[in-house]
Every structure is written in structure tokens, then in C-alpha cells.
């Protein structure tokens, strides 16, 4: 099967939207106070220090910007094949009592954001939390939706979305991939470490 | 729809190399953990990094994360043990794991039912993993032939403790980042020792050198063999180590006349304070529990500054939380079952 690619959003496409969702940010809170930003590991922590670094530039403050790893609060953990990496969640402040604006880099089904929602009440209670991503992709299976969004993009479910950033990939681009082979299985064996004849 | 654009090479490149490291094997390749030996060192890198995410869920008010939620696991311990049933007992509830411990004093192991039988009606149970310490080599193993369960080793005779070789590498590669080039010398009672083999194995798969030091009856004949150098005088074996692992003298597995006395043993072989003095100040200090003082180690080294066994306790909860997270996880501990 031929694989289409495309290219919806560039370097200077990320940059906008990133910019108007820090105003957007503000401009809903009224301000910067109390306010945290947390991203979601691991392309929404880049997109966590950039909206921050946008608020910066706009109030002059420096808002706490922390990590959150999900994985072990996945709920396809008995049935996905392949285990994401485990990573660490990097979150140096209480969030109690504060605004989380909860960062992701693409909002499919809304999965993600159901267990980074469970992962950061177990962290703290905070007075409320909102959700900015950078590509809304529709098909949600879950009622979740973005409170900032970056851009809207119609997809089909066979297809899928690439966010790269240049802190990761070294690139800023969103590209869109269609008929996309799947990948094949491998199962590990049932004892690999010992074998004895018996 | 924006219009197409063509993407250039050069970032074609980028994002292969990227999706090739975000397939990096994220499960272990063994369905279950019986022991080090033959354990690749990826398998061993994986269960340290996912360890140290575990370590930060201990420091947090809410220590408990729910993907083994739904699973229930089974501790079978036919050895007496505290630190290491405790330790399985709360990284299983940790991970939100329904928990059954058994101990054979109060059970029908007593009435004379054999191993194979009490797996077999536990299981009927409808549990997922089990847990098994048992005092005959190859109990595990034996558990893996003759049920469906994930079986992890807690210790099996003389044979192999890997959980506990895991966090003491763990530990170890906590203080030095790398292993590859650290020297590590365990002393003690290296032939009846599981924890001293469950270290050598997988110290040696990830390049460090191991020596070993002990009276010449309690080291086995060919130990050399498994890639370590053996030392019969402790002060020639701690000088220039990184890590002295002093194991506990096992008088419950010491069949016949192997040491003179304790005194004489901890007069050749037991660390203290101008011992430890002489090996360097950097030098660190483990024990895998429960220790004899004043017999192995005086206390003043086992509570000392160079000696982090009470970190080893901490780690070894999260090293298991590691453990049974990457063992449970993925389609086919439901497939096989």
C-alpha cells in the first residue's frame, strides 16, 4: 500500500497557534495567577515550556512548568502489545488548590487525557484543569474536550497524525499519514532465560 | 484540507531514526522471572529505568498507581521470609493488584499436599501471578511446567534470587550511573548463597567485575567459571573495590562442619571499621538482610555512612513494582492464559 503524506501545519503554523493559546490561557483566567502549566510526556512537556515561555513573554511571570508521564494509568495496559517506555513524572511543586492548564501535543480519542486526569489527582486536588493541545483530531471515544486548541483537523481513524517539534525531532511540523502498513508482532517466548532439557 | 507539501529528505531521515527509537522494546523477552543467568542486559536496563519511575510513585502522598488492577497475584512462601514477602506483598498492592499470601505453617502443606497440587487448586482460583520462595532449586521452574500463571522467583534453594540481584544492581547503578568497569567483591558464604549467584549473573552480563571472597569451604569448586575471581583473604579482596556485598552467614543451609566457629569467621571475614577504613572512603557498603551483627559486619559499618542497605530495602520495593508491572502488562498474559 502507497503511503500519502501531508503536511497541515508548519514551523510558523505552530508558533501562531502556540501564541494565541497563551493569550487564549490568560485571557480566560484573567491572568497568570495561580496558574500551573503540565505537559504530557512526551511531546506535550515541549509544547509545556513553550506555551509558558509565550506567557512570559505577554505578563512578564513565570509560570511552574512540570512532566507527566501516563503510563501507568493507561487503561489498554493488559491488552496493548507493545508497553510504552515508562518515564519519569517531573512535577516540583504541590498542584493543590492550583489551575492546571494540561498540555498534549494531539487529542484523539481522549484516552491520554482521561488518565493524565487520574494521574494528576493522584498528585494533589487542583482547583481545575484545562486542556490545550496543539491538533484536535475528532473521533473521541470518551467525553473529554480541549479547552484551547491549536488547530482543528478532520481525520479518518485509519489515518495518522505526526507532530513533530524541533526539541524531539528537530523539526516543528504536524503531517498527516495515510495507509500506513501495520507493523508486525513478535511474542516473547515463553521462558528465554533457561533451557533445560528435561 | 491545507494544501500538500512535499517534505524534505533530511527530515524524512529524522523522523525514521525517531520512530525507531520510539519502538524501543518496552517488554521483557521472558514470560516469566525464574533467574539472572541468561538474562540479556537490555532486559535487565529495562526493568532499572521503569524502577526509577516506581521510586518517585513511593515519595508521592498517594503511593498506589492501578495497572495491575484486576490481577490478583499469589505469594507461595515455603521459606520463612520478612523482607522480601513485605516488600512483594506491597509493590503488588501498590499496583493495585488483588493479594493472597500463603505460608506453609498454617496451610495443607502441613497434610502432606505436594507443590504441583497446591499450585494447580490455587489457580482453579483464577489468579494471575504467582510469587513462589521455596528452600529446592528449580521450584520456580518447575511452577512454569505445571500452571498457566506468570511465575516470578522469590528465591529457590541455593539456586537463584533475582529480585534481589536486580535491586542490588539497582542500587549499584544508582550510586555509579554505569557498571561496566566497577569492581564489586561479595563476601561470605558464596556456596549456599542464591543471592550471591543472582548477583554474579547479571553483574557480569552488564560488565562489571565481580570478585568473590570466603573460607575455601563455603566457595564452591569452579565458581570461577561464572567469570569471577575468588579471594580467600578479605584484605586483599576489598582493596581497590567500588562495592563490598556482604552476604549473611546461612547456618539453616550448612550441612556439617564448613566454618570452625563464628568467631573465627568473623576474626578472617567480618567487616568493621578499620577493614572498611582501609578498602577507601567511597567504597559502599550492601547486605541483602537480615544481618548478623557483630558476626559478618560490626555494627558501627552496617549502620555507618558508607552503608546504604536501608536504601537496598527501599529500592527492592521498587525494583518489584518494576518487575510485576513489565511482567503483567500485554496482550498475551491474556492470550495464554
Known sequence: MSVLRQKIMDAAAVRRALTRIGHEILERNGGAKDLVIIGIKSRGAPLADRIAAVIEDIEKVKLPVGYLDITFYRDDFQTAFDQPVVQRTEILFDIAGKTVILVDDVLYTGRTIRSALDALIDLGRPHAIQLAVLVDRGHRELPIRADFVGKNVPTAPTEQVDVRLREIDNADSVIIERGKPRKKRKTPKDNAYIDLDL | ?337
Not at chain 2, 542500587?171 to 555509579?176: A, P, R
Not at chain 2, 566454618?259 to 568473623?266: D, F, H, V
Request: with cysteine.
Open chain 2, 1 to 337: 484540507m491545507p494544501k500538500s507539501t512535499p517534505i524534505a529528505k533530511a527530515e524524512k531521515k529524522s523522523a525514521g531514526s525517531r520512530r525507531r527509537k520510539k519502538r524501543q522494546a518496552a517488554r521483557l523477552s521472558s514470560r516469566h522471572l525464574l533467574g539472572l543467568e541468561n538474562m540479556p542486559a537490555a532486559d535487565i536496563e529495562l526493568i532499572i529505568r521503569t524502577a526509577v519511575s516506581f521510586k518517585d510513585v513511593l515519595d508521592r502522598p498517594i503511593k498506589k498507581v492501578p495497572p495491575l488492577r484486576g490481577m490478583t497475584v499469589v505469594n507461595l512462601f515455603y521459606e520463612p521470609s520478612t523482607r522480601t514477602r513485605i516488600s512483594f506483598e506491597l509493590a503488588e498492592k501498590r499496583l493495585s493488584a488483588d493479594v493472597v499470601s500463603f505460608t506453609t505453617s498454617t496451610s495443607s502443606v502441613q497434610k502432606g499436599e505436594t507443590l504441583r497440587d497446591t499450585i494447580n487448586n490455587i489457580e482453579a482460583m483464577k489468579t494471575d501471578v504467582v510469587v513462589i520462595r521455596h528452600r529446592y532449586p528449580g521450584a520456580a521452574h518447575y511452577l512454569t511446567r505445571c500452571c498457566n500463571s506468570i511465575v516470578i522467583n522469590a528465591g529457590d534453594g541455593a539456586h537463584e534470587h533475582p529480585t534481589q540481584g536486580l535491586l542490588d544492581i539497582f542500587t549499584l547503578w544508582e550510586i555509579f550511573g554505569s557498571l561496566e568497569g566497577k569492581t564489586v567483591v561479595i563476601v561470605g558464604d558464596i556456596a549456599h548463597s542464591r543471592v550471591a549467584r543472582s548477583n554474579i549473573f547479571g553483574l557480569v552480563t552488564l560488565g562489571a567485575k565481580v570478585r568473590v571472597c570466603g573460607p575455601p569451604t563455603l566457595i564452591p569448586v569452579g565458581i570461577e567459571d561464572l567469570g569471577v575471581e575468588v579471594y580467600y583473604n578479605l584484605d586483599n579482596a576489598i582493596k581497590g573495590v567500588d562495592a563490598i556485598n556482604v552476604l549473611r552467614i546461612q547456618r539453616e543451609r550448612q550441612s556439617g562442619a564448613v566454618l570452625p566457629s563464628l568467631r573465627e569467621y568473623t576474626k578472617l571475614f567480618g567487616l568493621n571499621r578499620s577493614r572498611l577504613a582501609a578498602a577507601g572512603p567511597d567504597v559502599v557498603v550492601m547486605h541483602p538482610g537480615p544481618i548478623n551483627r557483630g558476626v559478618e559486619m560490626t555494627p558501627e559499618v552496617a549502620d555507618g555512612p558508607q552503608s546504604v542497605i536501608l536504601s537496598q530495602v527501599t529500592n527492592g520495593l521498587a525494583v518489584r513494582m518494576a518487575v510485576l508491572y513489565l511482567l503483567c502488562g500485554g496482550e498475551t498474559t491474556v492470550a495464554e492464559r
